[in-house]
Nanobody
Framework: QVQLVESGGGLVQAGGSLRLSCAASGSTFSMNAMGWYRQAPGKQRELVAT???????NYADSVKGRFTISRDNAKNTVYLQMNSLKPEDTAVYYC?????????????WGQGTQVTVSS
């Protein structure tokens, strides 16, 4: 079992920065990938950034050059550094984790953290 706890959301002015944290606990030894998704009111959830066990990253075009995903293996924590924030970044941000044990694959989601960017 994996539990994901997110923090770091809040209110910020356009052009400001926030750092989101996602702390994973439980069977983290089987974690294969982690990432961040976001969902604005009335919109579909979309991928923001992902980080694989192999070290590769993937970013949505809308956040490239502004957001950076990173991890601290000792703390089982994944971060999303968000710079040059825009009002359109306003959404609930969700941490995602995928675990893999042989043929078993499980997907986990955090509770979400609100990010609001004002102009």
């Amino acid at each position: 079992q994996v539990q994901l706890v997110e923090s770091g959301g809040g209110l910020v002015q356009a052009g400001g920065s926030l750092r989101l944290s996602c702390a994973a606990s439980g069977s983290t030894f089987s974690m294969n990938a982690m990432g961040w998704y976001r969902q604005a009111p009335g919109k579909q959830r979309e991928l923001v950034a992902t980080f694989s066990s192999g070290g590769s990253t993937n970013y949505a075009d809308s956040v490239k050059g502004r957001f950076t995903i990173s991890r601290d293996n000792a703390k089982n924590t994944v971060y999303l550094q968000m710079n040059s924030l825009k009002p359109e970044d306003t959404a609930v941000y969700y941490c995602n984790a995928v675990t893999r044990n042989s043929a078993r694959v499980d997907v986990y989601w955090g509770q979400g953290t609100q990010v609001t960017v004002s102009s």
